[in-house]
């Protein structure tokens, strides 16, 4: 849950040019004009930009993205375990000192306090989210994350709320989002990965970290925002594959 794995910038705000000309002599001036002295102004130059922060983004189960993107973090669907294991060892052979993204996977869930640490004080950009619930498919929960440690540690709480803000078509799908959103809230041990930025020597450290289950980093001229982002679950031993969801949803 990448920076920011896993979106696009807004294009920047424009505001009409003022080019200065002069307006055209008038023998008496308009009444409408004395009753709102400031229209031309704003009409002609004058403009308020709102800026809005965003702190926090969120996928659930994200659908395949309908723009381009060419670069993935994490296993395919149907691809065997070992063969993403070798695959991200070698994506840390280099001499480049650039800095790459990375997906930072765990031999087991992490509590959200434990996520700093575990980082090996890289940047972290996205915190993946899992609540595992044996033969229950629980949602899989990405949440982008400003620079500092404080924002990956609320991430559950903000999984949570963006699972709250969802609409769910039956009733196992909400009570599937309602146990999910109480264990996040709860400070479960659900976090499965991070995506976090740093260089080939800091990643292959943090790879050797005890605990951690593999690093795989992209080129160095990959994107932010323009690569794909999924999970190796902590479960997954052997092919990557949907969990079987036949088990009744616990109540709590």
């Not at 130059?45 to 702190?55: H, K, N, Q, S």
């Amino acid at each position: 849950m990448p920076d920011d794995p896993r979106s696009s910038e807004p294009a920047p705000d424009t505001v009409p040019d003022d080019r200065g000309g002069a307006a055209p002599a008038a023998a008496e001036p308009d009444p409408e004009q004395r009753r709102s002295p400031w229209r031309i102004p704003l009409i002609l130059g004058a403009a308020v930009v709102l800026a809005v922060v965003v702190v926090v983004l969120g996928i659930v189960n994200p659908r395949p993205s309908t723009g381009i993107t060419t670069d993935r973090l994490g296993p395919a669907q149907g691809e065997r375990v070992d063969d993403y294991l070798d695959e991200s060892r070698n994506s840390l052979s280099g001499n480049d000192t650039d800095p790459h993204w990375a997906l930072l996977s765990f031999t087991d869930y992490l509590t959200p306090q434990q996520i700093p640490a575990a980082s090996g004080g890289l940047r972290i950009s996205g915190v993946i989210q899992h609540v595992a619930i044996d033969r229950v498919q629980t949602p899989v929960i990405t949440v982008a994350t400003p620079a500092g440690d404080e924002p990956a540690v609320k991430s559950a709480d903000a999984a949570a709320g963006l699972l709250a803000a969802q609409r769910y078509r039956d009733q196992r799908g909400a009570d599937i989002a309602r146990v999910t959103e109480a264990r996040l809230r709860a400070g479960c041990a659900c976090t499965a990965g991070l995506v976090v930025r740093g260089t080939l020597p800091q990643l292959r450290d943090l790879a050797a970290q005890p605990g951690v289950r593999a690093v795989q980093a992209l080129p160095a001229d990959a994107v932010a925002g323009r690569f794909a982002v999924a999970p190796l679950l902590p479960e997954a031993t052997d092919v990557v594959a949907p969990t079987p969801d036949d088990a009744p949803v616990p109540t709590e």
